[in-house]
């Protein structure tokens, strides 16, 4: 069985057992769920939510630069987690989630020059290219909350750490020109499925870390929506020149539309 698929039910059934043993953990004690009226000083809530996103090129010059195109197809996949906040005050907490997501992303291309090293040797480019991409991971936000409009809204800041599970990233030329040093005189046309397909997988960190802010805004009593936006510090491939077959760095950068139900608060 697929290791993301074995990884997403041991998540999902953990989840359900904190869940159910928090609620009965405090139930025998006559501890109530409170109303929103009373003070909170602790709350646990579920969240689901869809991820659109992938790792963009850094600097972003490599997708904006003169005669660079890249258009985005975004692959959408449910995430599911649980949220632990303490209250400091009426407009303040203090929250940590543990989240399972997977991020995925196809794009068609358009760049004038790029060169791909693999080992020795090193691959110049320029025309179109088809990537796909593919992040399944556990992500861990820490972040502090502002509540303001009798607590109807809420705005978010603060930072992120996630374990990559699996992830996969794969390029494919369509159609260009290509040679194997920088003088364009030299380069050769090819066309549709005349080039391999570029896999950088083995090269891919199992780790990120990076930045989240976002907003919500409360339903009816527990239920809110948000949407959040992350984009991580470090590149997508592990550390060393060996790993580097890109003359630049690779981002995750992904927003997040968010359903989330507090089950709990105390």
Do not use: C
């Amino acid at each position: 069985m697929n290791r993301n698929i074995i990884a997403m039910k041991i998540y999902t059934t953990l989840l359900f057992v904190l869940i159910v043993g928090s609620v009965n953990a405090f139930s025998p004690f006559g501890i109530k769920l409170k109303p929103i009226k009373e003070p909170v000083e602790f709350a646990m809530a579920v969240h689901t939510g869809i991820d659109i996103g992938g790792a963009v090129p850094y600097p972003l010059d490599k997708i904006l630069g003169v005669g660079n195109k890249m258009g985005m197809v975004p692959r959408l996949a449910p995430s599911l987690g649980v949220s632990y906040s303490l209250v400091v005050n009426k407009h303040w907490n203090v929250s940590i989630e543990s989240t399972y997501k997977k991020v995925e992303m196809a794009a068609k291309t358009r760049l004038t020059q790029e060169s791909i090293r693999d080992g020795e040797n090193t691959l110049y480019f320029e025309g179109r290219a088809d990537a796909n991409m593919s992040f399944s991971m556990i992500e861990v936000p820490l972040y502090v909350k502002y509540s303001f409009g009798n607590g109807m809204n809420k705005v978010l800041f603060g930072g992120y750490y996630a374990y990559v599970l699996d992830a996969e990233f794969t390029t494919t030329p369509v159609q260009g020109m290509a040679g194997d040093n920088e003088d364009k005189t030299t380069w050769e046309p090819f066309g549709p499925g005349e080039m391999e397909q570029q896999n950088f997988t083995d090269k891919l960190d199992n780790w990120d870390a990076g930045i989240v802010l976002g907003y919500e805004r409360v339903l009816i009593d527990r239920v809110t929506i948000g949407g959040r936006f992350a984009m991580g510090f470090k590149d997508i491939f592990r550390s060393g020149e060996e790993n580097k077959y890109l003359s630049y760095s690779m981002l995750n950068m992904r927003g997040t539309i968010m359903l989330s139900y507090t089950f709990l608060r105390k």
